[in-house]
């Protein structure tokens, strides 16, 4: 039998080169791994090795040979003692074309690829997968008694709730366990759960990050806290890299049920490095769930679905809401669905989107408004990525007018995201065009009074709620 | 510190003279790492195998010889040359193939390729794109090991140059720390890409990296498959009895470039052509099964045979087999 050697591409982009030099010749013994030919493209000299045992019987194209195209036959090899024909043998198999059965010619190609293109699904409407289909029955049903407890609180008892129903479920990080959490929320878990659960790290984001995606990989479900969300940017690369993609580059596989959190965004005075707000980082990254919760309710059951989810899941609390007090529901499993807004407040003559502390400043400019006669519907995203796009859109209609509130940077912030979403699926209903209310386009700074300028205020989002109503 | 640092090669080496079934054992299997790369280089010269594909040929005998000395329950993860690694823990070379060929069969369905693959019922945990980052990953996997008491260890790969990222000593802190049962197995091949380990490293002994740590050490020949089958005994053994981690520098050679676009001019070729002529892990079983008559010219040129066969059975499958549906292209982002 006799084998066809190719003239081979060096790179994916390379389509042909030159035949430098044979180090074979004809009627030499070859064996695999020996170096046959060198070739020359325009950034590199490569050897050609022979894969397979047996004589060179020809050489087809002679050393120095020019623009040799990527697949023309070079040489023969064969058997030891066998006849081979002065021209490439006929009955050889043309070698396969990359992904299509038979060779196209340009004309092919181009139609190949409008069919690919043609067959691509699309999502309806945009290149983003939809929000799941979640259940309208009532989170808390009438009746439920409601308890007072802090963020800080409600966290813990989620935790604690869902170590006690999964023995799988761990708690990694900075300070976690013998002094009761950075900013106390992991408080009493190392006295119930043991060290073996509750567990110290050290001061290494990048390691214990990826330390508890392979724990993940491995089926355990971790719950890793950052002390701050500024300090995970150290860990994004396993966050990103590791954590989100790996099901799809395993064809689904290999999930990664985690759950990152802590506290994000600006707390008080603590500067540039210490402030940032990375909502809009990660809702950009498919593979991962990203929630920013804006009360104590929402955060208990929104971390609970967290903990259960087979994702991973970026959890964003705020360190300035963790000691305010709401009401939480009495209830043995509750568990709010990922992917699901909330309505704050009802309003018919503007919407106000936001999330997280950015509620707050959303509900206490929509009673500023109030005072004015304008009843403004304060969204509550609870969940960034997947977004309840439908809920934004169904206020808008009814609206006609929007105005998104984060704490972040405004260029390709988690507004501008809203702002796409609104006018491709709401255009016809808006009234006016969609302003964002956002951090100032700067690093925080520290003085008292540059760092409320920094952030975003009642009395600006007063002032967009106006201008969008012309008023 | 308890360590068996001071362990001298003569020693492991004594200790792991092979029989005769695993000499063939060891001869088939990097016969069919070296055969499947050889054709997976052939495969991308035909352009049947696009973007990055990094071959293992030359560095055959390490995963061999800790896949040897490993149970079936422990589990591998390493970095992106990692052909090798699959084939070690029993994936078929069909499915290996077929993803390297971006088709539907492939073992992430063509949505992976060369650098990221992975099997939970082989228990290999990828085929990692990113330097440095399969440390923490097999250092986690082995705290879940820890986690449920089942005394599986965790064989984690990775390279000379990967040796110099901050995580791998991150890592190295928390493996020892925790005590958790994680060999670390560095395939020193002597180049970071183009950057030999003399430019790159100011403590180029990478057995003694753990050394702040507490983590013991060897410095092993990475290209004789029986000292590296011993080394990865004494290894797992000091896992496995609950003493935290080890770490082996495996001390290797890869014969082609980093990658297929890489023309290797920062080497000779006399010292490639030294390496295959005196130190190939695959000559070394050759030679020495029939120098003592262990097996004939025949037993071996039938397991060439057998092997030869798999690797072609294997090209043609993925040759063969369709690309994926264009509906996958949204499978797999969310669990």
Redesign the interface.
């Known amino acids: 039998m006799t084998v066809n050697v190719?003239?081979?591409?060096?790179?994916?982009t390379m389509e042909q080169g030159k035949l430098a030099k044979w180090l074979k010749a004809e009627g030499d013994h070859i064996k695999?791994?020996d170096v046959l030919a060198e070739i020359e493209t325009d950034?590199?000299?490569?050897e050609?090795?022979a894969?397979d045992e047996g004589v060179l019987a020809r050489i087809l194209v002679p050393g120095g040979a020019e623009n040799v195209a990527?697949?023309t036959p070079i040489a023969v090899i064969a058997d030891e003692g066998e006849e081979v024909p002065a021209a490439p043998p006929s009955g050889e198999r043309p070698?396969?074309?990359?992904?299509t059965?038979e060779p196209l010619g340009e004309e092919g190609k181009a139609q190949r690829q409008a069919d690919?293109a043609a067959?691509?699904?699309q999502?309806k409407e945009t290149s983003i997968?939809p929000p799941p289909q979640v259940s309208a029955e009532p989170e808390v049903p009438a009746g439920t008694l409601m308890i007072s407890m802090t963020m800080r609180e409600a966290l813990r008892d989620a935790m604690a709730e869902e170590m006690r129903r999964n023995p799988n479920v761990?708690i990694l990080g900075e300070e976690v366990a013998e002094y009761q959490g950075a900013y106390k929320v992991t408080q009493g878990l190392l006295q119930e759960f043991g060290e073996?659960r509750v567990?110290d790290?050290?001061i290494?984001e990048?390691?214990?990050?990826?330390?508890?995606?392979?724990?993940?990989?491995?089926?355990?479900r971790p719950i890793v806290e950052f002390m701050t969300f500024n300090f995970a940017m150290q860990a994004i690369?396993?966050i990103v890299?590791?954590a989100a993609k790996?099901?799809?580059?395993?064809?689904?596989?290999?999930?990664c049920?985690i759950v990152f959190r802590g506290p994000n965004g600006a707390a008080s005075r603590v500067a540039a490095q210490h402030s940032q707000d990375y909502a809009a980082w990660y809702s950009q990254i498919?593979?991962l769930?990203v929630i920013a919760p804006s009360n104590a309710s929402d955060a208990k059951g929104l971390l609970k679905a967290a903990i259960r989810d087979?994702?991973p899941v970026i959890f964003l609390e705020n360190e300035i809401l963790y000691g305010k007090s709401y009401e939480v529901p009495s209830l043995e499993n509750f568990v709010i669905p990922i992917g699901k807004a909330r309505i704050a407040r009802e309003g018919d003559d503007v919407t106000l989107v936001s999330f997280s502390i950015g509620v707050d400043h959303a509900l206490a400019a929509a009673e500023v408004l109030a005072k004015e006669s304008i009843e403004a519907e304060v969204i509550d995203l609870r969940t960034l990525r997947p977004m309840d796009v439908p809920a934004i859109i169904a206020s808008v209609k009814k609206t006609g007018r929007c105005v998104s509130i984060e704490e972040g940077w405004p260029q390709s912030g988690v507004g501008s995201e809203i702002a796409a979403k609104v006018q491709e699926e709401a255009f016809d209903y808006l009234d006016a065009p969609v302003l964002r209310v956002t951090g100032k386009d700067v690093p925080m700074p520290y003085a008292a009074n540059l760092e409320k300028l920094a952030l975003p205020s009642v009395d600006e989002i007063v002032a967009a709620a106006k201008a969008v109503l012309y008023r | 510190m308890a360590g068996p640092t001071d362990l001298q090669s003569d020693i492991i080496l004594k200790a792991a003279d092979f029989t005769r079934e695993q000499e063939l054992a060891a001869y088939r299997d990097m016969l069919l790492i070296r055969r499947f790369e050889e054709k997976a280089g052939q495969m991308y010269g035909m352009g049947l195998i696009g973007g990055f594909c990094h071959l293992y040929i030359g560095q055959e005998a390490v995963v061999v010889g800790v896949r040897m000395a490993a149970r079936p329950t422990d589990q591998f993860v390493t970095s992106y040359r990692d052909h090798g690694h699959m084939l070690a823990c029993g994936m078929e070379p069909k499915g290996v193939m077929a993803e390297l060929c971006g088709r539907r069969s492939g073992y992430s369905k063509g949505k992976g390729g060369s650098m990221h693959m992975f099997s939970r019922e082989k228990n290999f945990f990828g085929g990692h794109g990113i330097v440095g980052a399969p440390a923490p990953i097999g250092a986690g996997i082995a705290f879940a090991n820890c986690y449920r008491e089942n005394d599986s260890v965790s064989l984690t790969f990775f390279g000379d140059g990967a040796a110099n990222q901050g995580q791998v000593y991150e890592t190295f802190n928390m493996a020892e720390l925790w005590r958790l049962p994680v060999v670390f197995i560095v395939e020193n091949n002597r180049y970071a890409m183009g950057t030999s380990v003399t430019r790159s490293s100011a403590q180029v002994d990478f057995s003694k990296r753990g050394v702040a740590f507490n983590i013991p050490g060897l410095q092993v020949d990475g290209m004789d498959v029986r000292a590296v089958k011993a080394a990865a005994d004494i290894a797992i053994d000091w896992c496995r009895k609950g003493n935290g981690p080890y770490l082996l520098e495996m001390q290797t050679y890869r014969y082609r470039g980093h990658s297929m676009s890489d023309p290797a001019k920062y080497r000779s070729k006399e010292e490639v052509q030294r390496m295959r002529e005196e130190h190939d892990p695959i000559e070394q079983v050759r030679v020495r099964l029939l120098a003592d008559g262990k097996t004939s010219e025949q037993e071996l040129k039938s397991i060439d045979a057998e092997v030869r066969k798999m690797i072609a059975e294997a090209a043609d499958y993925a040759t063969n087999d369709r690309e994926p549906e264009p509906s996958e292209l949204w499978t797999d982002v969310l669990a």
């Open positions: 190719l003239m081979p591409a060096l790179s994916p695999a791994g950034k590199a000299t490569m050609v090795e894969v990527v697949n070698p396969p074309a990359a992904p059965q690919v067959a691509t699904p999502p997968a761990f073996r567990v790290a050290p290494t990048y390691g214990f990050a990826g330390l508890g995606v392979g724990a993940a990989f491995a089926g355990l690369d396993h890299n590791s790996t099901l799809y580059m395993s064809g689904g596989q290999i999930n049920p498919p593979g769930k087979n994702n």
